[in-house]
Nanobody, 115 residues
Framework: VQLQASGGGLVQPGGSLRLSCAASGSIFGLNVMGWYRQAPGKQRELVAVIHSGFGTNYANSVKGRFTISTDSAKNTVSLQMNSLKPEGTAVYYC??????????WGKGTLVTVSS
């Protein structure tokens, strides 16, 4: 199974982008879908995640501005990013996880927030 992320690009501060990630096939026991990001020179960090039955979790830095959503029937996860800030510049990765401990990562999509 491969994950394909899309939707990255260049946006001005205060602007919006929507990222999407789709799996090429079904993942047995899929129970978590999320987004991470890695800024230049920094470690990869959690942005937002949805756990089946446990709801959503967001990084404090994006609460109120980003919204994660899923379409389980299509094995897709999206991230609506509003009021983007320059510090949001990073490569954004989607991750799917199964109840059996298997993790699947997308290759990443670059988001650049700059005027």
């Amino acid at each position: 199974v491969q994950l394909q992320a899309s939707g990255g690009g260049l946006v001005q501060p205060g602007g919006s982008l929507r990222l999407s990630c789709a799996a090429s096939g079904s993942i047995f026991g899929l129970n978590v879908m999320g987004w991470y990001r890695q800024a230049p020179g920094k470690q990869r960090e959690l942005v937002a995640v949805i756990h089946s039955g446990f709801g959503t979790n967001y990084a404090n830095s994006v609460k109120g501005r980003f919204t994660i959503s899923t379409d389980s029937a299509k094995n897709t996860v999206s991230l609506q990013m509003n009021s983007l800030k320059p510090e949001g510049t990073a490569v954004y990765y989607c991750k799917f996880g199964s109840a059996w401990g298997e993790d699947y990562w997308g290759k990443g999509t670059l988001v650049t927030v700059s005027s």
